[in-house]
Structures are given as C-alpha cells and as structure tokens.
C-alpha cells in the first residue's frame, strides 16, 4: 500500500501563488507516476496535472497550463503542485494520488490522499 498526505492549501486571492505538497510512504516512490485532481462541491472530480516516475513526462489539462507546474523530488518522496496566477474558478479541494502508470483520469489511479482545501477570493 502507498499512503500519500498533501499539505500547502489555503486561501489565496486572485491572482496569488501556493504551492501544494504530496508526501508518500509505503512503497517505492519512483515506480510510481504522481497525479493532482481536484474537485469542488457537487461536481465531478477532475485532473490538474501528473508526472512519470522519473519525472521525464507530464501532462496538464488545458485549464491549467502555463500556470501550474508539477514536479517532484524523489529523493524526499514528496511530489509538489506549484500554482500560479490563481482565480476563482480554481478552488476546490486538490487530491494527490498514486499510480503504477500515468494517466490523466482519476479512476485509473489506485492511491489517494485525504485531500487539501484551495480557496481563490475574488
């Protein structure tokens, strides 16, 4: 099993920056591609963005890029989301998550954090 914790949410205006962490435990980290989704009340879960293993592919959805980054340091275990240029439309509880392949659709993933709260004022 791969136990994942996020940290880093808060409330921002727009505009701002924050940049969310994903710690993992468990098993070893760089056979797995790293994924963030998010989702805001009573709508669907969606995907922000992942990286490989060896963080030689990522993928963004279009409504966040050139904005977000991914990355992450395998040495510390730890995958990160940096965000920028915030706006309302981006708050939502953000999820890291674990798979043994990447994908870009949540349901493929196997592992899950508890989740981080992201609040864009206007």
């Known amino acids: 099993q791969v136990q994942l914790v996020e940290s880093g949410g808060g409330l921002v205006q727009a505009g701002g920056s924050l940049r969310l962490s994903c710690a993992a435990s468990g098993r070893t980290f760089s056979d797995y591609a790293m994924g963030w989704f998010r989702q805001a009340p009573g709508k669907e879960r969606e995907f922000v963005a992942t990286?490989?293993?060896?963080?030689?592919?990522?993928f963004y959805a279009d409504s966040v890029k050139g904005r977000f980054t991914i990355s992450r340091d395998n040495a510390k275990n730890t995958a990160y989301l940096q965000m920028n240029s915030l706006k309302p439309e981006d708050t939502a509880v953000y999820y890291c998550?674990?798979?043994?392949?990447?994908?870009?659709?949540?349901?493929?993933?196997?592992?899950w954090g508890q989740g981080t709260q992201v609040t864009v004022s206007s």
């Open positions: 998550a674990a798979s043994p392949r990447i994908y870009r659709m949540p349901s493929n993933y196997d592992y």
């Open positions: 990286v490989s293993g060896l963080g030689r592919t990522t």
